[in-house]
Nanobody, 126 residues
């Protein structure tokens, strides 16, 4: 069974940090581009960051540039999202998605991703 599992979410104060993990089972995550998306209540799912299968290409939404860093460890079949200087507007459910059809690319278009995790809640509040 092809599965993605996110972890690492939680409650953090503004200015704090969290590291999200996206672990794959049933397939080799290194054969996929992976992206993080987030969805806040009442809003559409939006792309946060993506990384190509080799890790050589990354991309970030303007709202997180300079604060978030995406990385991957293909030996652990896991992709990470390090989130620093968190703001209340970062509050959302964070999902990781895998694009098995375009592993060399890094494009944050929801429809490209055909494997999804269940999401992990990130809440930034004092």
């Amino acid at each position: 069974q092809l599965q993605l599992v996110e972890s690492g979410g939680g409650l953090v104060q503004p200015g704090g940090s969290l590291r999200l993990s996206c672990a794959a089972s049933g397939f080799t995550l290194g054969d996929s581009a992976v992206a993080w998306f987030r969805q806040a209540p009442g809003k559409e799912r939006e792309g946060v960051s993506c990384i190509s299968g080799s890790g050589g290409s990354t991309n970030y939404a303007d709202s997180v540039k300079g604060r978030f860093t995406i990385s991957r460890d293909n030996t652990k079949n896991t992709v990470y999202l390090q989130m620093n200087s968190l703001k209340p507007e970062d509050t959302a459910v964070y999902y990781c998605g895998a694009d098995l059809r375009r592993p060399a690319m890094c494009i944050m278009i929801t429809a490209f991703y055909n494997r999804w995790g269940q999401g992990t809640q990130v809440t930034v509040s004092s």
